[in-house]
């Protein structure tokens, strides 16, 4: 990687996208920000890091959201003065997101990255999905779970990711059109989707 590159990573629960995240990091050696991030928009914001790990991609029923982000994107500055506390820690993080982007070469897993930046020129969005069975012996092996409860915990999981995105975002979470790269690790394994990824991000740089 001889540019500038931001790599976003939305994931199916069990698919691996954190390792992956983790391990290109590794490779390109680059930061990977997945929890991490948490901690630096409440450095950057001065709100309780405990906010961000409660409010951790949770969806909300606010309708008070649609007021705050029209004034956001008129580029007026955000105070967090009477505005509710789960807007507060998502406009934290969509800051943090894009300093972070601006700054350097990194990759942010989760958390409505790729919506924050897609008008950064220097933004990869990335998609991981996974066969269910492949998940199901994924999160089973991590979290020492029987069948039934790993079935679960993999279906609330992706309902609360999918509910925040498509809050949040103008994008459907999971949607391949809103992706620039969309890959199914059960396929291709863990290395294998580390390796398309670094292929797309050659392929990407040769035309800049």
């Known amino acids: ?5 931001v790599i976003t990573i939305g994931r199916e629960f069990g698919s691996g996208g954190h390792e992956i995240g983790q391990k290109l990091a590794e490779e390109l050696g680059i930061k990977c920000y997945d ?16 906010l961000f790990i409660n409010h951790d991609e949770k969806p909300t029923n606010s309708f008070l959201y649609s007021l705050v982000m029209d004034t956001y994107s008129l580029g007026y500055t955000t105070s967090y003065v009477d505005m509710p506390i789960n807007h507060k820690v998502f406009l934290a993080q969509f800051e943090t997101i894009k300093k972070l982007a601006d ?4 990759i942010i897993v989760g958390r409505c990255a ?6 950064n020129p220097h933004a990869i969005s990335v998609w991981i999905t996974s066969d269910i ?7 089973k092996r991590i979290y020492q779970l029987n069948d039934s409860k790993t079935a679960d915990l993999i279906q609330k999981t992706d309902k609360r990711r999918a509910s925040y995105y498509n809050y949040y975002s103008s994008k459907k979470w999971g949607e391949a059109k809103g992706y620039d790269l969309c890959l199914n ?4 394994g863990i290395d294998g989707t580390i390796e398309v990824i670094k292929k797309f991000i050659e392929m990407r740089e040769r035309q800049f």
């Open 1 to 5: 990687m001889n540019k500038k590159t």
């Open 35 to 50: 929890k991490e991030l948490l901690a630096l928009a409440a450095k950057d914001s001065g709100l309780c890091e405990e």
């Open 103 to 106: 700054r350097e070469s990194c």
């Open 114 to 119: 790729d919506y924050a930046l897609e008008s």
């Open 133 to 139: 069975s492949a998940r199901v012996d994924r999160i």
């Open 185 to 188: 690790s059960g396929k291709l």
